[in-house]
């Protein structure tokens, strides 16, 4: 949410006596007058070098024959008595537009001021400027900074106090517009009873009252209340935003604020340290900061600010040390492969048709189908057999058991059977037929010769064992009576004692169904390869993609993938976001080339080792010269630089 920086300047006094805030208007706009975006002296770089330019005191004319003609002031030299032109010498600051900044912990500090000249100050006008951050190509409104004059800020208060003086206008008791006398005077002439109890706390309902006198309360109410101050009043409520609107011209800001430095130099200009936190982005190179605004008196501009010349923040980030070299895996290829899914049919008690129309039946049969398809016509692989599995769970006997597996086994297998013969022959139909080179015709599509193999699994036990493990709604107690169950090694016995057991319906109705699934394992093979196995190499796209995700300054992504690789990068992954134990733990293992003894020298700087700090410094100076210059970049070595004169000149 923007918030707003709120500065209140007592600037009475400021005025010169008799110049109306009208006339210094006038002369901001003549002069397009502005406030400065200039960067705060950084204790790291020399100060700004005041650089002489020249005012000469001199006049252009022109000649007879109308010529320019230069005439300047001149002086007799001491030494030679020859007249030369005399200039005056004035200071010019030259102010850095851009600055390197460091990103630290994935956040960026931009740090800058700014200077509102005196001439821009007035008691009488608040000026208000509005900063705008673009990053990415994207502009962002950054707090407001308001400075506010104290007759301003007692014109302000002024409409509130009017706005507060109409507001105790409006009536919240409704009783002060009645006529309370006159009421009073009907009720003891027409009413003698009721005028009676006057004094009486009992309640009277309306429809009590209307019974006994023909006139309900209300009524006599309504007759006796002053219609036209209930009117005025009403519309005194439904006008309460527009008289704010009316009295109060420009709100006080009163929420969002945010305290800052605020300083005022020598020639009256305020100085506003401003100081803005931004989170890392990928790909987040440089920031530009630029500055407008407007001066008010009450609800009208009087001058409208120009545009500042933006500032530009360059984020200096460890991701320059990435090592972008590509990685390759080692890589046995196969020439078979196995591929394994499972699906859930149901089957009726004791039967082992395959239905299409039992329970949920069909949208398993249908995602078999379409990767028995995605096989049949894949371009890498060829269909050599498919071995299907089924499983029962432990109802009935073992014998029984494994007889129905092995006939559901063989009923599925011969269902998809059917499927393959009729998926090639639909597509034999849409490929046509063509003629060899020999004259024989032959279909387009080539049908491989598929085996299906059955196997079954009587009673599926393991899968079991990890169900009731997993399973939170079982107490401790019921699965230590499941595992003294299971110890039996009698599977008919071992069933028939769980049947005992006060959670056997939660697993037979529960757990039971989801032990009853056919496997298929598809036998595949590479097309064109003759040698079982090849050994080959290629690129490591996960180690790559943890790399682009450090330039990207994705670095908890880039962590996520690199971890496992321990190596210079995963350190840089860890450095970046502060991780400096375990950045120091791989890097003491690799070789010292310029750039490990550069991001030593950080991290041991982070944990205060400056010794090491500085020695590992040094020493990727000497390796590569370079980073004497870095140096400047890293706070963390800066500061060793500064403390210990590090990067002098011998």
């Not at 109308?66 to 004035?90: F, H, K, P, Y």
């Not at 086994?409 to 393959?420: I, L, N, W």
Request: charged share 30%.
């Amino acid at each position: 949410m923007k918030r707003t920086v709120l500065l209140f300047a007592l600037l009475a006094g400021l005025l010169a006596a008799g110049c109306g805030t009208s006339r210094k208007a006038s002369r901001l706009q003549e002069k397009q007058l502005t406030a400065s975006l200039v960067l705060p002296q950084d204790r790291r770089e020399p100060a700004d070098p005041e650089l002489p330019h020249f005012e000469a005191d001199s006049l252009v004319v022109h000649d007879f024959m109308g010529r320019e003609v230069i005439i300047m002031n001149a002086v007799r030299d001491e030494e030679t008595g020859e007249m030369v032109a005399s200039e005056t010498l004035q200071a010019a600051r030259v102010t850095a537009r851009f600055r390197n900044v460091a990103e630290r912990h994935g956040k960026i500090e931009l740090a800058f001021q700014v200077i509102v000249p005196a001439a821009m100050q007035d008691s009488r006008w608040q000026v208000r400027f509005h900063p705008r951050m673009t990053v990415l190509d994207e502009e962002r409104e950054l707090d407001d900074i308001l400075i506010t004059g104290k007759d301003y800020r007692k014109a302000q208060l002024r409409g509130y106090q009017q706005y507060e003086r109409f507001l105790r206008s409006i009536v919240t008791d409704s009783t002060r517009f009645i006529d309370r006398h006159q009421l009073e005077i009907w009720i003891r002439r027409n009413l003698p009873r009721l005028y009676a109890l006057r004094q009486d706390s009992t309640e009277v309902s309306d429809e009590a009252f209307a019974s006994i006198y023909g006139v309900t309360e209300r009524q006599a109410v309504d007759y006796y209340t002053y219609g036209w101050l209930v009117r005025r009043n009403e519309r005194r409520i439904r006008d309460k935003d527009k008289m704010f609107r009316r009295y109060v011209k420009v709100p006080v800001q009163t929420e969002h604020l945010r305290l800052d430095t605020l300083l005022v130099n020598e020639a009256g200009e305020f100085v506003y340290n401003y100081v803005q936190t931004l989170q890392t982005r990928p790909r987040l190179r440089k920031v530009d900061i630029r500055l407008a605004g407007e001066v008010c008196e009450q609800e009208k501009i009087v001058y409208r600010v120009p545009e500042s010349e933006p500032l530009t923040f360059y984020i200096s980030s460890l991701s320059a040390f990435v090592d972008g070299r590509e990685r390759y895996l080692d890589q046995v290829v196969s020439r078979r492969v196995d591929v394994q899914t499972e699906a859930r049919l149901l089957f009726d008690l004791g039967d082992d048709r395959v239905r299409e129309d039992l329970g949920d039946n069909l949208t398993e049969i249908l995602q078999i189908r379409a990767m028995l398809a995605s096989l049949l016509e894949n371009q890498e692989f060829d269909l050599d057999s498919i071995v299907v599995t089924a499983h029962a769970s432990p109802e009935g006997s073992w014998q029984a058991n494994a007889a129905l597996s092995q006939r559901r086994s063989q009923s599925v297998g011969r269902y998809f059977e059917r499927f393959m013969q009729q998926y090639a022959d639909s597509a034999d139909r849409a490929a046509g037929i063509f003629l060899q080179l020999d004259g024989s015709r032959a279909a387009a599509a080539v049908r491989p010769g598929i085996r299906f193999s059955s196997h079954a699994v009587p009673e599926n036990w393991e899968q079991l064992d990890l169900l009731v493990e997993a399973d939170p709604q079982l107490s401790p107690r019921q699965k230590e009576r499941y595992r003294l169950r299971r110890a039996e090694p009698d599977p008919d016995r071992r069933e028939l004692a769980l049947r005992t057991d006060d959670f056997y319906p939660y697993l037979k109705n529960e757990l039971y169904p989801r032990l009853r699934v056919v496997a298929f394992d598809f036998r595949l093979h590479r097309r064109d390869m003759v040698q079982d196995t090849i050994h080959t190499t290629v690129l490591d796209t996960t180690y790559m993609a943890g790399v682009q995700a450090i330039r990207d300054r994705d670095y908890q992504r880039a962590l996520t993938l690199l971890r496992p690789y321990a190596d210079f990068n995963t350190a840089i992954a860890f450095c970046c976001l502060d991780y400096n134990a375990s950045a120091r733990a791989i890097l003491e293992q690799l070789d010292r080339s310029a750039e490990v003894n550069y991001m030593l020298a950080l991290v041991y700087a982070r944990q205060g080792d400056e010794r090491s700090a500085v020695e590992c410094y040094l020493h990727a100076c000497s390796q590569n010269g370079s980073f004497v210059h870095r140096g400047n970049l890293d706070p963390e070595i800066s500061a060793l630089i500064r403390k210990y004169d590090l990067n002098r000149e011998s």
